[in-house]
């Protein structure tokens, strides 16, 4: 019986716990928002400079792309264990992307371009939302403004609420349902693309030294690459290195 009631007790002490945290991280998010999205649209962005509107639309853009990008990560991650067969009818989409994943070292592609893309559009989302100098925003005082605006902490808030860890979460729960779309193929092509374009081939050099330093090269999952194959990546590797 005592027992019975101090479980009860600590139940009730953890779920009063978890829902003041819950209240208090929403509350945080829609204030970061507010300010943000009044930043905005009185001109106090480097883009709204430009237009309110646009930085507004490009901002949510990136944002709902982001966790595209984010949530994509944790499915093509954790899938390839998977026998595809087995969502090759429920799932086809998702089916026909693991395709392509599961494909000699696409995945490694992959996680290179992906990276790139979540470093464009973080960029982006800094030109629609970072506050310019000065900035002042529904009265509130200086020293909240310097916190939040001036530090870029409200507009982190939003991007790792909006489209990082919440996009992660999901994804990790749901990883068949998060990319079984064709928004999660178009955003697994952009990332190939990136890849080949060889902005990022520097990285297979340093991949190459810890491989050796670690006493563990790397195996690649290709092919033997032909003559042309090799030249080519050595070319992408030496102009990503001047970059």
């Known amino acids: 019986m005592g027992g019975g009631m101090v479980l009860s007790q600590e139940g ?12 208090y991280s929403t509350a945080l998010l829609l204030f970061c ?17 430009v237009h309110p509107a646009l930085a507004f639309v490009l ?6 792309w982001l966790s595209m990008v984010e949530g994509s990560q944790a499915s093509l ?4 264990p998977v026998n595809a067969n087995l969502f090759k009818e429920s799932h086809e989409t998702t089916y026909k992307i693991m395709q392509i994943i599961n494909k000699g070292d696409n995945l490694d592609r992959y996680l290179m371009g992906r990276q790139f893309l979540v470093l464009a559009l ?18 509130m005082p200086d020293a909240v403004l310097a916190v939040f605006l001036g530090s870029g ?9 909006f489209a990082k860890i919440s996009a992660q979460v999901n ?24 890849e080949v374009s060889g902005l990022l081939h520097v990285c297979y050099i340093v991949q190459m030294f810890f491989g050796w330093a670690a006493g563990s090269p790397i195996v690649s999952k290709d092919a033997p690459p032909t003559k042309v194959q090799r030249f080519l990546f050595w070319i992408r590797v030496l102009v990503s290195t001047a970059i």
């Open 122 to 139: 973080v960029f982006v989302e800094n030109l629609c939302g970072d506050p310019i100098e000065g900035a002042q925003v529904l009265g």
């Open 12 to 23: 009730t002490t953890s779920s009063f716990g978890k829902r003041f945290r819950e209240v």
């Open 171 to 194: 994804a990790s729960r749901c990883m068949l349902d998060y990319v079984n779309n064709w928004f999660a193929v178009f955003t697994l092509y952009v990332s190939m693309i990136i």
């Open 153 to 161: 902490i409200a507009l982190f808030f939003m991007t790792s609420m």
């Open 59 to 64: 901002l949510v853009l990136a944002l709902i």
């Open 33 to 49: 928002t507010v300010l943000i999205m009044a930043a905005i649209f009185t001109e106090q962005t480097n883009l709204s400079e």
């Open 77 to 80: 991650v954790g899938l390839p």
